[in-house]
């Protein structure tokens, strides 16, 4: 570590919002909607992946509201089908998969690694052109009567026994497929060739790497869903039959294919997620990440693994018993990279200097609720408990803990952590550490009764249930009202911090990232002269010494 | 943000080289950047065929009978002159990129339209082999008839063959090759639809000189889908008109 790298470290006291930024530069509707920038890009994407998120929220608002009473009473069993059907394909395809990536990857990967933009800033645009034509195509299928297959799409069911709008919304995945293809592209390209002189690969943030990874799975899963989703659309439209066993078929082959991008999908969702909670962790702990090559390359062996485990989706569909086998003990393998990150970042904070702001709070959130998501995950793992729980609300509970527990906690860390970078504002911190607390606490509520629901053995994806149940789902019902508050605190005060909050100063976190080092918000070219690294990511030992030989200088004067 | 934090290495300004995007700090930068996102788009086609191609080794596999003579009714000459039209056509996209290297406008021109035309001449073949499918009811639906595989004599590609009449059950799973031989050259042919509407379009640009004037990337990257697209065909032929034929 040399003096040519000085951390910037302004007064928060005097910030002033840089007249010229990326927000301030061009103005017009047309300056956003047809922008090469990635950081306004970003921007759009929030904007309508939260929208999206809410449509789902409201569907699963309707669900839970649904199971409040054992029977069919609020909606008919054919419509509850379509509601968590449309639940799945929205919160899935428009809300996990490009949530992180699309909102704060493209805003933040480029900064990070000292870039001025993505490689492909017009392919960049028009994946987000390709997300919002898939999602108006899938509010299109709702609005027109829906469709009541599962987000699964499992075959026979979808290609011989409904008669829904399954094509459109097949339609509707396969154009939001090339959004997250054009993502993952742009993502690998621009991390190999456009990093800033001295960033080297083991300089790259840990959020770096976690979209490498991801962007791998992206571009290698997304077309194994797509030619998955045009077979079933042959199927239905000509009666192909390939997945038909009257005509020779194999219903089976369709779910090797699906899982085969569906599976890695659960990675493409949390990946991402996991970057951000090194990012979070590292800067709130003031140290750098214990053990930064290993957490890197859990997140590769993450992604590579990922492509091994698809048939463990398919333990009660009649695969051999021999491929029961493997592919079960190729799930337990992807547990050893995502516990090498939960204890890392355990570690890190470890003698650390931690502080609890709303983002740390958000990770810490994650790290609980992820743990318990990703245990559970070994008893579905294993073959023999699989049977019993997989058709049951226990995997109901143990997706959504590592989804909401896991995924939407980094989302909202991230977005706390860096909502300072993007407007030049402060949230108001109090009431946010509040609606972190009550996301926290609404989220077991929720959930938690679902895994003892589970393993009684009440079945998903029925309206009604046996009355002994009830009791569980009231608390499930109630803990999901608290958790929509939780979900609409932010919204309110976000929206009031954009004029109302405290200017933010370039570095607000006092944070070693690349993104920090600018002002904010940023400029439309991110750096006013092209940064060059000479220094490891998260070097806040060195950081701490250097203020402390700061102040020691000015005492002395 | 202080000066002394970066060490300004970059000259922005006069020295821009003309065909430079905004964000790339070199030509050869841009060159990578660009050439390897291309190689990445083409790795994202091969998983999708490659899903295809999966499908179609694994009922080849278990129908194999009905496979081999079901493939019998494809014409090989036809199937090999289209492969041979194919080939030429890669060549020419080959050659477009080689004189756009050069510089020489009208010979970038005419081989664009020599390799529109070749995909011409590939569509109207197929065609011809699509409409011959048809017409004997091998079109996978209610109207598919198994009556070449049943009964070979009735039939002249079967009888020439020496196709042996198949029982019933075998002879109902041609229709599952019929399904993926028109699922797979479709989805073929459709990349070499998208294929000719860029190279309509690269011709229109092209005579106003946008490929000879140093930057041809765009061109360059157009062939590389466009032998992809051909590679394609030259696994699919095999795999469809040339099972148990030696």
Not at chain 1, 219 to 240: N, Q, Y
Not at chain 1, 297 to 308: D, M
Not at chain 1, 539 to 548: I, P, S
Not at chain 2, 141 to 165: I, L, Q, R, V, W
Request: with cysteine.
């Amino acid at each position: 570590m040399n003096d040519a790298t000085i951390v910037n470290l302004p007064d928060q006291a005097t910030a002033k919002i840089p007249r010229d930024n990326y927000i301030t530069r061009e103005n017009g509707i047309l300056s956003w909607l047809l922008t090469q920038d990635h950081k306004r890009i970003g921007i759009l994407y929030l904007i309508s992946m939260t929208f999206f998120f809410f449509i789902g929220g409201a569907l699963a608002g309707l669900i839970r509201l649904e199971l409040l009473t054992p029977q069919s009473d609020l909606m008919a069993a054919d419509t509850y089908n379509k509601v968590f059907t449309m639940h799945g394909v929205v919160m899935i395809f428009f809300f996990l998969v490009p949530s992180v990536p699309g909102a704060l990857g493209n805003f933040f990967l480029p900064m990070m690694i000292g870039a001025k933009d993505l490689a492909l800033p017009k392919m960049n645009l028009a994946s987000w052109y390709m997300y919002m034509i898939g999602g108006i195509l899938t509010l299109w299928a709702m609005i027109t009567g829906g469709v009541d297959t599962g987000w699964t799409f499992t075959t026979p069911l979808s290609t011989h026994y409904v008669n829904t709008n399954v094509i459109t919304t097949g339609l509707a995945i396969f154009v939001a497929g090339f959004s997250s293809i054009f993502t993952g592209l742009n993502f690998i390209v621009t991390i190999h060739k456009m990093r800033a002189p001295g960033m080297t690969w083991f300089r790259l943030p840990l959020f770096v790497w976690a979209n490498y990874a991801a962007s791998i799975l992206m571009v290698l899963g997304t077309p194994v869903l797509g030619i998955a989703i045009v077979l079933v659309a042959l199927e239905r439209t000509f009666g192909i039959g390939v997945f038909d066993p009257t005509k020779g078929g194999d219903p089976l082959l369709f779910q090797h294919l699906f899982w085969f991008y569906s599976h890695p999908a659960v990675y493409i969702m949390i990946l991402p997620g996991m970057g951000v909670i090194s990012e979070v962790i590292s800067t709130f702990s003031r140290k750098r990440v214990f053990g930064y090559t290993a957490v890197a390359f859990s997140s590769v062996a993450i992604a590579v693994f990922g492509f091994f485990v698809w048939a463990h989706h398919m333990f009660i569909m009649g695969i051999s018993s021999y491929a029961v086998l493997v592919f079960s003990l190729l799930t337990m393998l992807v547990a050893v990279p995502s516990a090498i990150k939960i204890f890392n970042w355990a570690f890190t904070l470890y003698k650390g200097s931690i502080t609890f702001e709303t983002p740390m709070l958000y990770a810490f959130g994650f790290m609980g609720l992820f743990t318990i998501g990703g245990m559970t995950g070994v008893f579905l793992g294993v073959a023999g408990t699989d049977i019993h729980l997989t058709e049951t609300y226990f995997i109901v509970a143990h997706f959504h803990f590592v989804m909401v527990g896991g995924m939407l906690m980094a989302f909202l860390a991230g977005i706390h952590f860096w909502w300072p970078k993007m407007t030049g504002r402060m949230y108001p911190e109090k009431i946010s550490q509040l609606a972190a607390v009550i996301t926290f606490i609404g989220f077991n509520f929720t959930f938690f009764p679902q895994f003892i629901l589970g393993t009684l053995g009440m079945p998903r994806r029925y309206a009604s249930y046996p009355a002994e149940f009830q009791v569980l789902n009231v608390l499930s019902t109630a803990g999901a009202t608290i958790l929509g508050v939780g979900y609409l605190l932010p919204i309110l005060y976000l929206l009031w911090s954009l004029r109302y909050g405290k200017i933010a100063g370039d570095n607000p976190w006092q944070a070693t990232g690349l993104e920090w080092q600018t002002q904010s918000p940023p400029l439309t070219e991110n750096f006013a002269v092209m940064p060059i690294v000479d220094h490891e990511a998260y070097d806040y030992e060195w950081l701490e010494q250097k203020t402390a030989q700061q102040k020691e200088a000015a005492n002395v004067r | 943000m202080s000066d002394s934090s970066t060490a300004a290495a970059h000259q922005h300004g006069s020295e821009h080289a003309p065909f430079l995007r905004h964000h790339f700090e070199s030509m050869e930068q841009q060159k990578d950047a660009t050439n390897f996102a291309m190689w990445l788009f083409l790795l994202t086609e091969v998983m999708f065929f490659g899903g295809l191609f999966t499908v179609y080794m694994i009922y080849r596999n278990w129908y194999y009978e009905a496979f081999v003579a079901a493939s019998h009714q494809l014409s090989v000459t036809l199937g090999g002159v289209n492969s041979c039209v194919l080939i030429t056509s890669s060549f020419t996209m080959a050659l477009a990129v080689w004189c756009a290297e050069r510089k020489k406008k009208a010979a970038v021109v005419a081989l664009l339209v020599a390799t529109f035309l070749m995909g011409v001449l590939f569509l109207g073949i197929k065609g011809v082999e699509y409409r011959e499918k048809f017409a004997k009811h091998h079109f996978p639906g209610t109207t598919y008839s198994m009556e070449a595989f049943t009964n070979p004599a009735s039939d002249a590609e079967a009888t020439e063959a020496g196709d042996k009449p198949l029982p019933q059950a075998v002879a109902e799973r041609t229709e599952l090759f019929f399904s993926l031989y028109f699922a797979m050259t479709g989805l073929h042919l459709l990349h070499m639809l998208i294929g000719m509407g860029l190279l309509l379009y690269m011709v229109f640009r092209a005579q106003s000189g946008a490929y000879t004037g140093g930057h041809f990337s765009y061109l360059e990257y157009f062939g590389f889908y466009w032998h992809f697209v051909d590679i394609v065909w030259i696994f699919l032929f095999p795999l469809l008109y040339l099972i148990n034929r030696h």
